[in-house]
């Protein structure tokens, strides 16, 4: 599985970005897919994910109510609108994919085979 995420950009507190991974390989629709995100001096942290075998998505705290997953199998791609973006989430944004994943393995990192190159978010006046 190859991943390729684009979408990301300078954005004013408040602003919206919507982020997307495109995958390649056709046992795209049962893989998991997820974000996460390091900020420079930071650790990565989990962003969000999605289950393609039942749709089971997962957020983290700091970002519920904020940003959603979706994906589209039809499509292999997987996408992250953010809203309401605050300084705080400035980072670069990878997007990774898993297979044969349980719920409470959804937000290791460690669990996850293919990583795709970052793309970073800066929200900044």
């Known amino acids: 599985v190859q991943l390729q995420a684009s979408g990301g950009g300078l954005v004013q507190p408040g602003g919206s970005l919507r982020l997307s991974c495109a995958a390649s390989?056709?046992?795209?629709?049962?893989?998991?897919m997820a974000w996460f995100r390091q900020a420079p001096g930071k650790e990565r942290e989990f962003v969000a994910a999605?289950?393609?075998?039942?749709?089971?998505?997962q957020l983290a705290d700091s970002v519920r109510g904020r940003f959603t997953i979706s994906r589209s199998n039809a499509k292999n791609t997987v996408h992250l609108q953010m809203n309401s973006l605050n300084p705080e989430d400035t980072a670069v944004y990878s997007c990774?994919?898993?297979?044969?994943?349980?719920?409470?393995?959804?937000?290791?990192?460690?669990?996850?085979?293919?990583w795709g190159q970052g793309t970073q978010v800066t929200v900044s006046s």
């Open positions: 990774a994919a898993g297979f044969r994943l349980i719920v409470s393995s959804m937000r290791n990192p460690r669990m996850y085979e293919y």
């Open positions: 390989g056709r046992t795209f629709s049962s893989s998991t």
């Open positions: 999605i289950r393609g075998t039942d749709g089971n998505t």
